[in-house]
Protein backbone atom coordinates (compact mmCIF):
# COMPACT_ATOMS: atom_id res chain seq x y z
CA UNK A 1 0.00 0.00 0.00
CA UNK A 2 1.07 3.44 -0.84
CA UNK A 3 0.00 7.11 0.37
CA UNK A 4 0.04 10.46 -1.08
CA UNK A 5 -0.62 13.56 1.08
CA UNK A 6 -0.51 17.10 -0.42
CA UNK A 7 -1.71 20.55 0.52
CA UNK A 8 -2.33 23.84 -1.00
CA UNK A 9 -3.25 27.11 0.79
CA UNK A 10 -5.85 28.68 -1.50
CA UNK A 11 -6.85 32.67 -0.07
CA UNK A 12 -10.56 32.57 -0.40
CA UNK A 13 -13.50 32.04 1.42
CA UNK A 14 -14.30 28.76 2.54
CA UNK A 15 -17.61 28.25 1.05
CA UNK A 16 -16.49 29.10 -2.66
CA UNK A 17 -13.59 26.51 -2.07
CA UNK A 18 -15.82 24.04 -1.22
CA UNK A 19 -18.48 24.52 -3.88
CA UNK A 20 -15.69 25.01 -6.82
CA UNK A 21 -13.74 21.87 -6.02
CA UNK A 22 -16.95 19.95 -5.19
CA UNK A 23 -19.03 20.59 -8.13
CA UNK A 24 -17.90 17.75 -10.07
CA UNK A 25 -19.58 18.48 -13.15
CA UNK A 26 -17.19 21.52 -13.50
CA UNK A 27 -13.87 19.94 -12.75
CA UNK A 28 -13.29 20.04 -16.80
CA UNK A 29 -12.52 23.21 -16.40
CA UNK A 30 -11.23 23.40 -13.13
CA UNK A 31 -8.52 20.82 -14.06
CA UNK A 32 -6.35 20.41 -16.63
CA UNK A 33 -6.39 16.60 -16.87
CA UNK A 34 -10.38 16.18 -17.20
CA UNK A 35 -11.52 15.80 -20.43
CA UNK A 36 -15.38 15.21 -19.16
CA UNK A 37 -16.79 14.45 -15.95
CA UNK A 38 -20.19 12.20 -16.32
CA UNK A 39 -22.56 12.16 -13.09
CA UNK A 40 -23.94 8.89 -13.36
CA UNK A 41 -26.33 8.45 -9.66
CA UNK A 42 -26.80 10.64 -6.59
CA UNK A 43 -27.93 8.50 -3.73
CA UNK A 44 -28.27 11.29 -1.03
CA UNK A 45 -24.58 13.00 -0.71
CA UNK A 46 -23.10 10.58 -2.51
CA UNK A 47 -22.50 10.87 -5.93
CA UNK A 48 -21.29 7.97 -8.68
CA UNK A 49 -19.63 9.55 -11.71
CA UNK A 50 -17.09 9.22 -14.25
CA UNK A 51 -14.06 10.58 -15.42
CA UNK A 52 -12.39 10.90 -18.50
CA UNK A 53 -8.79 12.02 -18.92
CA UNK A 54 -7.53 13.70 -22.07
CA UNK A 55 -6.00 11.33 -24.81
CA UNK A 56 -2.19 10.68 -23.68
CA UNK A 57 0.83 10.76 -25.62
CA UNK A 58 0.02 7.08 -27.68
CA UNK A 59 -3.84 8.64 -28.05
CA UNK A 60 -5.27 6.73 -25.90
CA UNK A 61 -8.19 7.92 -23.25
CA UNK A 62 -8.69 6.97 -19.78
CA UNK A 63 -11.56 6.54 -17.74
CA UNK A 64 -12.99 5.39 -14.49
CA UNK A 65 -15.77 5.29 -11.97
CA UNK A 66 -15.36 6.91 -9.16
CA UNK A 67 -18.12 7.81 -5.81
CA UNK A 68 -17.25 10.66 -3.32
CA UNK A 69 -19.62 11.54 -0.41
CA UNK A 70 -18.91 15.10 1.07
CA UNK A 71 -19.99 15.91 3.98
CA UNK A 72 -20.49 20.22 4.44
CA UNK A 73 -20.58 20.24 8.02
CA UNK A 74 -17.09 18.49 8.43
CA UNK A 75 -15.44 19.67 5.49
CA UNK A 76 -14.29 16.34 4.71
CA UNK A 77 -15.12 14.53 1.64
CA UNK A 78 -14.54 10.43 1.30
CA UNK A 79 -13.91 9.00 -2.20
CA UNK A 80 -13.17 5.55 -4.09
CA UNK A 81 -12.84 4.03 -7.30
CA UNK A 82 -15.01 1.89 -8.36
CA UNK A 83 -13.84 0.86 -11.80
CA UNK A 84 -10.09 0.61 -10.59
CA UNK A 85 -8.09 0.29 -13.28
CA UNK A 86 -4.47 -0.31 -12.13
CA UNK A 87 -5.42 -0.09 -8.12
CA UNK A 88 -6.21 -3.11 -6.31
CA UNK A 89 -7.85 -0.31 -4.62
CA UNK A 90 -7.64 3.85 -4.55
CA UNK A 91 -9.15 6.08 -1.72
CA UNK A 92 -8.70 9.05 -0.93
CA UNK A 93 -9.82 11.47 1.69
CA UNK A 94 -10.02 15.46 1.05
CA UNK A 95 -10.51 17.52 3.95
CA UNK A 96 -10.65 21.81 4.02
CA UNK A 97 -9.38 23.71 7.25
CA UNK A 98 -9.55 27.36 7.71
CA UNK A 99 -6.26 29.09 8.09
CA UNK A 100 -5.13 32.66 9.11
CA UNK A 101 -4.15 31.96 5.45
CA UNK A 102 -6.90 31.03 4.09
CA UNK A 103 -8.62 27.40 3.58
CA UNK A 104 -5.95 24.43 3.53
CA UNK A 105 -7.24 22.07 1.31
CA UNK A 106 -5.90 18.22 1.80
CA UNK A 107 -6.13 15.94 -0.62
CA UNK A 108 -4.81 11.86 0.96
CA UNK A 109 -5.09 8.88 -1.76
CA UNK A 110 -4.10 5.49 -0.16
CA UNK A 111 -3.88 2.57 -2.94
CA UNK A 112 -1.74 -0.17 -4.14
CA UNK A 113 -1.03 -0.99 -7.58
CA UNK A 114 -2.14 -4.09 -9.40
CA UNK A 115 0.83 -6.73 -9.58
CA UNK A 116 2.18 -7.84 -13.23
CA UNK A 117 2.31 -3.99 -14.16
CA UNK A 118 5.64 -2.09 -15.60
CA UNK A 119 5.01 0.30 -12.29
CA UNK A 120 4.77 -0.15 -8.74
CA UNK A 121 3.27 1.81 -5.86
CA UNK A 122 6.30 4.01 -5.59
CA UNK A 123 6.14 5.00 -9.25
CA UNK A 124 2.61 5.75 -9.19
CA UNK A 125 3.07 7.84 -5.78
CA UNK A 126 5.29 10.25 -7.36
CA UNK A 127 2.84 10.08 -10.65
CA UNK A 128 0.43 11.07 -8.44
CA UNK A 129 2.54 13.58 -6.70
CA UNK A 130 3.25 15.45 -9.95
CA UNK A 131 -0.05 15.36 -10.75
CA UNK A 132 -1.87 16.43 -7.93
CA UNK A 133 0.92 19.06 -7.09
CA UNK A 134 0.05 20.66 -10.10
CA UNK A 135 -3.62 20.64 -10.02
CA UNK A 136 -3.41 21.93 -6.43
CA UNK A 137 -1.75 25.02 -8.40
CA UNK A 138 -3.95 25.23 -11.04
CA UNK A 139 -6.95 25.19 -8.83
CA UNK A 140 -5.40 27.65 -6.60
CA UNK A 141 -5.14 29.77 -9.11
CA UNK A 142 -9.09 29.57 -10.49
CA UNK A 143 -10.60 29.96 -7.01
CA UNK A 144 -8.63 32.79 -6.07
CA UNK A 145 -9.08 34.28 -9.59
CA UNK A 146 -13.16 33.86 -8.87
CA UNK A 147 -13.17 35.15 -5.30
CA UNK A 148 -11.33 38.49 -6.31
CA UNK A 149 -13.94 39.05 -9.07
CA UNK A 150 -16.56 38.71 -6.00
CA UNK A 151 -14.92 41.26 -4.65
CA UNK A 152 -15.21 43.47 -7.52
CA UNK A 153 -18.65 42.98 -8.15
Given at each position: ????D???????????????T???????????E????????R?????R?????????????????S?R????????????R??T????????????????????????????????????D??????????????????K????Q????????
Amino acid sequence: MAVTDNSVVIDAPMDLVWEMTNDVASWPSLFSEYAAAEILDRDGATLRFRLTLHPDEDGQVWSWVSERTPDPVTRTVRARRIETGPFVFMDLHWTYEQTDAGVEMRWRQEFEVREGLPFGDAEMAERLNTNTRREMARIKGLVEQAAARAVRS
